[in-house]
Each structure stands twice: as C-alpha cells, then as structure tokens.
C-alpha cells in the first residue's frame, strides 16, 4: 500500500477548479465567470445541481437537460474533479477509511462505519486542530488550516464514489436505501472554529434537492465553543453533540483544555439554548471512558445530575488507543457498570463498540502515519542522493 509524500502538489497549476462539492452561491458564481446570462444563472444552477449531488456525475456531457453550449463552456473551465484520496484502508469489521490529499497538498482523513441499521460518514472540517484534547489524537497535530466548503462536502461526494452510493438505473432520488445514511462532524477540527464554511458544507448535504441527508441524521460535535452553539443550530437544523468527558472542570480542564475559557455551566446553558432542543431532538452527550480516571460510579451518578433537565442520552466511548496515548481504555466491567447507572436513570447510554482498531481509526492516526512515513522516505532520499555524489 503505497503512501504518497503530502508536501507534493496535488493539483498542477494547469489544472481546471473543479465544481464538486460547491455551495448554490459559489456554483453561482462559477457560472456568471464563463458567461451565462443572469436570467440564466438559477436555473442552471438547479439543473448542474442535480446531476452533482444527486446523480454524483463525473463528466458534463451526462447533463443532458443542459444545452450543448453551457456544457462546452463549463467542460473547456472546469471540471468533476474529486479529492485525491492518498490511501484507503480496509478494516475487517468492515469500516473503512480514506486520506485525502487536497489542493494544496495537505492531508485529511475520512472514515465510514457499517453498522445492521446504518452506514455513518465521520467527516473533518479542519487539517489538524488547535484543542489539543488529552487524548484525541488529533490533538498531537498542529493546525493548518480550515477546510473550504467544497473540501467537506468533498469528503462525502467521494464516499459516495468510493461505496457505489448514487441512484442507479431510472431513480431519481438520493434519499432512499443509501449506504451513508448518517453524517457526524467528528473527525479532525474543530468544526466551531469553522462554522461559515461548516454551516454551507451542512447545508449542502441536507439540501432535498441534491445529497438529501435528513438533517436529523447529521450530527455536529464540539468540544464547546460556547458563543457559536446557538447560532450554528439555527444556521443549519442538525443535531448536536457536546466532546464532554469529565463532569468537574478541574478534570475536564485536563482533558479538554477549552474548558479553561468556557466551563462546563457554561457550556450546558448555551445547550439549553439549542434550537428545538426536546425529547424529540435530544443532544448526545460523548463521554470517552478512561481507566481510573473518569469511569468511577460517582461519575456516573455525577453525570446524570449534571445534565437533569437536559433532553439528553449520553454515548459512552470506549477509548481507542493510539501510540503514546496518555490513557487506558476502562474494562468492559467497568464501562456496563457505568452505563447500568446512566440507565438507570432514564437516560439512553449506548456503548459505541470500538470500530476500525486494526486501520488505525481513531481520529488523526493515519494522517500521521502517512506525514512520518513520508518524512522518513525523504530522508532516505537524501541520505542516497548524498552517498551517489560522495567522491569515491
């Protein structure tokens, strides 16, 4: 399995801006660049629309509701490129995972769970990330920057590619037996410190008209940016999901250091706020479990005072090791009695069963992997280039 350098150029500076994965706006925009008349511009838009992000078509000649001009001119400046993916990974529970290089070399990950009832899409919204969680890996990397809307919604247009996940034959829709049923925000970023371009890279997924993912199948997590969570639930209708981990700042300081800037009390008044927050549309609160540090019963009996009043349920993860981690994963033993007495007090606290271990699943890890593996290639490179010109 060949991993390619990520300083490399991933696209050549002859190579056409691709449409895939715009915003209504920006397809717009592109439109009005090559020439089409004003008048003409929303009704193409809705026609390329389509075939983007219903029928996920790669070449313009497909678009044949549009006229033969328009396809020239949009074939002669632009293209259907997707993202590059560097590596994919193949894990033997059957979730996969994607590196993608994007236009300026740099690395993101992608990854797709299976499940009897579900295929859930994790998708990044930043390289790197500037948290630096205790023990998310991700947080070892540095940030580099956000991603645009077109890399995000990217990520999900070439998921579809990669699964066989359009419409095939006379259907018209996008929202029937689909692989990807389900979107998470959860991968590498913070998506609240990228919320213009995260809003339009939801949207764009939700839209009825194109990708069709109902917006209570799209999940955002955040470590608990606390001024941008009211406002991105009433910019976007998803689903929200607070990274908590502790129930006492002291501990939660530790693990999630934003919690410095805005602690817990402040973080769960500004869930209150939540739009449409009910039992019908209850925040999932995502607590990691750590041996010996956060798994005890009065945890657990803490963590259901914490959030009494809050239409909640509270998804226990099982940490998923990474070299260097700081933590232990609690017992099996430990996590049940946990979970028993979240239950127990009425809230629904799935376990989420550790997937994709043998391709390095957690968050960030294969990006690693991918940059260390590259850096030791090219030294090696040069530790040769050095000895060919060393005089004999």
Known sequence: MQILDPSAEAVSANSKPSLSGLDRQSLAARLSDIGVPEKQIRMRVNQIWGWLYTHGSRHFDDMTNVSKDVRASLAE????????????????????????RLADGQLVETVY??????????????VGCTL????????????????????????????????????????????????ITNIVMMGMGEPLYNVDN?????????DGDGLGVSKRRITLSTSGVVPAIPAMGG????????????????????????NKKYPIDELLEACRQWPGLSNAKRITFEYVMLKGVNDSDADARALVKLLA????????????????????????????????IVNRAGYASPVRRPRGRDIMAACGQLKSASVKQSAAERKKAELASRNLTRPA
């Open 77 to 100: 400046a632009y293209s259907l490129d997707r993202l590059e993916i560097a590596e994919s990974q193949f894990s033997d529970d059957g979730t996969r995972k994607w590196l993608f």
């Open 113 to 126: 769970i299976p499940e009897a009832d579900r295929g859930t899409l994790c998708i990044s919204s930043q």
């Open 132 to 179: 630096t969680c205790r023990f998310c890996h991700t947080g070892t990397q540095k940030l580099v920057r956000n991603l645009e809307v077109a890399e995000i919604v990217g990520q999900l247009v070439s998921a579809r590619d990669e699964l066989q996940d359009w419409p095939t034959g006379t259907s018209q829709s996008n929202t029937g037996n689909r692989r």
């Open 198 to 206: 995260v809003a339009s890279a939801l949207n764009v997924m939700s």
């Open 235 to 258: 910019a976007t209708g998803v689903m929200l999901a607070i990274s908590l981990h502790a129930v006492h700042d002291e501990l939660r300081d530790e693990l999630v250091p934003l």
């Open 309 to 340: 009043g809050i239409p909640a349920k509270i998804n226990l993860i099982p940490f998923n090791p990474w070299p260097g981690a700081p933590y232990e994963c609690s017992s099996w033993e430990r996590i049940e009695a946990f979970a028993d």
